[in-house]
C-alpha cells in the first residue's frame, strides 16, 4: 500500500522560497508517478506539477513555471517541489499523490493515494 507524506510547508513572504518534500512508502519503483497539487480555501484542487512523459519531462502548471520546480530523489523514495519566488496566489494546501496509471495526464481525478497536505502561507 502506497503512503505518501508531505512536508515543508510555512509561512513566507512574497519573494520567498520553500522546498516541499513528499515521502513515499510502498512505491516500488514508481515514484515518477507522484504529482504535485495545491487546494486554496473556497477552491477546487489542482494540478501543480507532475511528470506525464516517458522521456520523464515535467509538466507545469502555467501559473507555477520558471519558479517552481520538482525533483525526485529515487535513493530516499521522495519527491521535492521547490518553490521560488512566492506569490500570495500561491497560498493553498499542498499535496502530492500517485497517478492510478503508469502514464497520463497530471488531473487530480488521475490520482489516488494522496498525502495529508502541508500548509503553505504566503503573506507579508
Known amino acids: 500500500q502506497v503512503q505518501l507524506v508531505e512536508s515543508g510547508g510555512g509561512l513566507v513572504h512574497p519573494g520567498g522560497s520553500l522546498l516541499l518534500s513528499c515521502a513515499a512508502s510502498?512505491?516500488?519503483?514508481?515514484?515518477?508517478?507522484i504529482g504535485w497539487f495545491r487546494q486554496a480555501p473556497g477552491k477546487e484542487r489542482e494540478e501543480v506539477s507532475c511528470t506525464s512523459r516517458a522521456d520523464g519531462t515535467a509538466w507545469y502548471d502555467a501559473s507555477v513555471r520558471g519558479r517552481f520546480s520538482m525533483t525526485r530523489d529515487e535513493t530516499k523514495k521522495t519527491v521535492h517541489l521547490q518553490m521560488n519566488n512566492l506569490k500570495a496566489a500561491d497560498t493553498a494546501t499542498y499535496y502530492c499523490?500517485?497517478?492510478?496509471?503508469?502514464?497520463?495526464?497530471?488531473?487530480?481525478?488521475?490520482?489516488?493515494?494522496w498525502g495529508q497536505g502541508t500548509r503553505v502561507t504566503v503573506s507579508s
Open positions: 499523490a500517485r497517478r492510478r496509471m503508469a502514464w497520463g495526464g497530471c488531473h487530480p481525478s488521475l490520482y489516488d493515494s
Open positions: 510502498g512505491i516500488g519503483d514508481d515514484l515518477y508517478r
